[in-house]
């Protein structure tokens, strides 16, 4: 289906960088950005880019930890 829209510059021209990267054509990187988007908000998904993890004191999370997994949590800080 045709359709008219209308979008920033700046995005227009990532999509087509992008469709070019690809090799495919600007319709297909649209269609799968717009699957996407669309996707995400069915599941519930935050939107925007993930956030990184905040940690005070040391470097960051310990190496092997899931922060994933409440149960290792819960193993690490008993430690």
């Known amino acids: 289906m045709r359709t008219t829209i209308s979008i920033s510059d700046e995005l227009l021209e990532e999509a087509k960088?992008?469709?070019?990267?690809?090799?495919?054509?600007?319709?297909n990187v649209i269609e799968d950005a717009l699957r996407v988007a669309l996707r995400s908000r069915e599941k519930g998904v935050a939107e925007g880019p993930p956030r990184p993890l905040v940690t005070?004191?040391?470097?960051?999370?310990?190496?092997?930890?899931?922060?994933?997994?409440?149960?290792?949590?819960?193993?690490?800080?008993?430690e």
């Open 17 to 27: 960088r992008i469709s070019h990267e690809r090799k495919t054509t600007l319709g």
């Open 56 to 78: 005070f004191r040391g470097k960051g999370v310990r190496p092997g930890v899931n922060v994933n997994d409440s149960s290792d949590l819960l193993r690490v800080m008993e």
